[in-house]
């Protein structure tokens, strides 16, 4: 039974990804419309498991507040902010001055500060690369970062033109190209990862 179960859902599987998949490269208007139904109920299903997220998540750090666990001060700072979000956005709506008032002064300062430790962070493993593994590729590594850190930073009395528009050069060139070649990847791995499910090998439906 548990394998007959087991077939049917992968053939309901591959049934519906490989109608999608015709859906965009068919004109026929049945698969279109098959298609934007089978989208539709996955950004529902997609909505449910986004709230089942945040109801298990807020269960979590509950447990760990009532529990007195370590770090529950933390948990209490998650609950009251995320409660406080979800009442403002709900309430206001996403656009309204105080939901902005909370993006702009509560979440993007916190951004920026997670930027900043991940500079620092950046710049102290280029150190203990070099202290540990001595070659051209670290030295390339630690010579982009202090150019890209000191061609950002404001320092008083520093004025070098030259060195912002290598920086930029930097970015829009070398750091350009890596971050699409990153994104090859990722879209050739997410191809060989949906045809391996399409031909069933693969079977994360079945949990």
């Known amino acids: 039974m548990t394998r ?11 049934a519906i990804g490989v109608v999608v998949l015709l859906g965009f490269f068919l004109d026929l208007p049945v698969l279109v419309s098959v298609r934007v139904t089978f989208l539709r109920w996955a950004v529902i299903l997609a909505s449910i ?7 298990n998540l807020l269960g979590v750090h509950w447990r760990k507040v009532s ?20 009442v403002v956005v709900g309430f206001f709506g996403p ?28 710049a102290y493993a280029a150190a203990r690369l070099l202290n540990r593994r001595l070659n051209l ?5 630690l010579g982009t970062a202090l150019l890209v850190l000191v061609g950002t ?26 971050a699409r070649g990153i994104l ?4 050739l791995g997410t191809i060989a990862t949906g045809l ?5 090998a693969d079977r994360p439906y079945r949990g």
Do not use: C, H, K
């Open 49 to 55: 498991a986004l709230v089942v997220g945040v109801v």
């Open 153 to 178: 930073a404001s320092l008083p009395g520093l004025d070098a033109p030259a060195l912002n528009d290598l920086r930029a050069w930097f970015e829009r060139v070398p750091a350009t190209a890596g």
């Open 4 to 14: 007959i179960l087991g077939l049917i859902s992968i053939a309901i599987a591959v």
């Open 184 to 187: 090859l990847g990722v879209a």
């Open 137 to 141: 590729f670290s030295l390339v590594f």
């Open 196 to 200: 391996r499910i399409l031909m069933g």
């Open 67 to 86: 529990g007195s666990q370590p770090g529950s001060a933390y948990s209490v700072v998650l609950i009251v902010s995320l409660l406080a979000t979800l």
């Open 95 to 122: 656009t309204a001055p105080w939901s902005m008032w909370v993006f702009n002064y509560i979440q993007v300062p916190i951004e920026t500060s997670l930027m900043a430790i991940l500079a620092v962070v950046l």
